[in-house]
């Protein structure tokens, strides 16, 4: 067992603390990686605080990884000592569903669908038909840590143009956004809208402009309406409604990166006919929409689920290609409550990353 330090919360109402555990030494298929950096994403809030009533504690979060290779299974053959490799939602999949055999991990079908990097598989034991867990692991820990084994084939390579810290929220708002862009074909010329500006609308913009489409952000925070300017976008303050009326029918494609309920209704006039408004912010319940609004002009309003690990590399490596990625705050893992508050409130300008260096030399936490 390789004894590791990581932060966790003990329960849905803790912060998270020092916490020691212990991992599996890698298989022959696995590899162990150091961690360098962690990025924090809005999904690690939900998870801790158990707002989407799956947690599985004491819970280490993190799947926004970076890290060094330090030892490999005697099979592997993708990556070797040294690496310069990063991690994102998933560390495993059933393999044997459609979605996974066609390469969409992220929509494994499998009867405990796909394991996350943490909190264990997205369906549980006691949610599966048959009331098994085939991985074998309850609970996962993520990259709050300062080391992860992960299957060789759920890791990625990260470029070497891409600074560490800046590739590591590409592994989840990176190809959170990528993905659907790629899947609903978004071209040059087209005009794209992005609902929500933080971590994830930062990378959607980034991208969207990359691919060539002239883009316009949505957002209830009046000084971000520079920050989209800056990207070369154009800022539209939510609540007005004059700016709104100008943009009906005017956008091929729309992606709400907002990370929680709201309502989509005053976006879907915004598309022309056939165009689409994508949730990938939210996972819960959402309010109804006016199907007039979609039916009389073929519209529709759909969602998408992180990305696979083709679209992952895809990402780093366009990314890369292009000189983009998200804007980073690094903070110590010490000071990760206070990021989460900062995030909660909206402060966060874009993406907060952990320097993994800063657990070195933390005192060692019973579980």
Request: net charge negative.
């Amino acid at each position: 067992m390789i004894q590791t330090q990581g932060y966790a919360a003990k329960d849905a109402s803790s912060r998270l603390e020092p916490f020691t555990f212990e991992r599996e030494e890698p298989a022959a298929d696995e590899v162990q990686i150091e961690v360098l950096y962690c990025g924090i994403c809005h999904s690690d809030i939900h998870q801790v605080k158990n707002e989407w009533g799956n947690s599985v504690y004491p819970c280490v979060p993190g799947h926004e990884v970076v890290g060094r290779v330090t030892r490999v299974g005697e099979r592997v053959t993708r990556h070797a000592v040294g690496d310069l490799v990063g991690v994102g939602c998933m560390i495993d999949s059933c393999r044997h569903c459609a979605p996974c055999r066609l390469g969409e991990q992220n929509y494994c079908e499998g009867p405990n669908s796909w394991l996350a990097t943490y909190n264990g598989p997205m369906v549980p034991k006691a949610k599966a038909p048959d009331k098994k867990n085939r991985y074998g692991r309850d609970n996962t820990f993520g990259g709050y840590a300062d080391s992860l084994v992960v299957k060789e084939d759920f890791v990625l390579k990260v470029p070497a143009s891409l600074k560490p810290e800046v590739a590591a929220p590409i592994l989840c708002a990176g190809v959170t956004t990528w993905s659907p862009l790629r899947h609903w074909k978004v071209q040059p010329g087209q005009h794209v809208g992005v609902i929500g500006f933080g971590g994830l609308g930062d990378m959607a913009v980034k991208l969207a402009r990359a691919l060539g489409a002239q883009v316009t952000v949505f957002t209830r925070t009046e000084d971000k309406l520079q920050d989209a300017q800056r990207l070369g976008a154009q800022g539209v303050l939510e609540g007005d409604e004059a700016a709104l009326k100008q943009l009906e029918r005017s956008l091929d494609f729309m992606l709400s990166t907002v990370p929680e309920k709201h309502d989509l209704n005053p976006f879907i006039p915004l598309l022309k006919r056939n165009g689409a408004l994508v949730v990938v912010g939210a996972l819960e319940p959402m309010a109804s929409v006016n199907n007039q609004e979609v039916a009389f002009h073929r519209r529709s309003v759909a969602g998408s689920l992180i990305g696979s690990i083709e679209e992952t590399q895809e990402v780093l490596d366009f990314c890369a290609e292009h000189d983009i990625g998200p804007d980073v705050q690094l903070v110590r893992i010490q000071d990760v409550n206070e990021a989460f508050d900062s995030v909660e409130r909206g402060e966060a300008r874009f993406r907060y990353v952990i320097d993994m260096a800063s657990l070195k030399g933390e005192a060692a936490a019973a579980p």
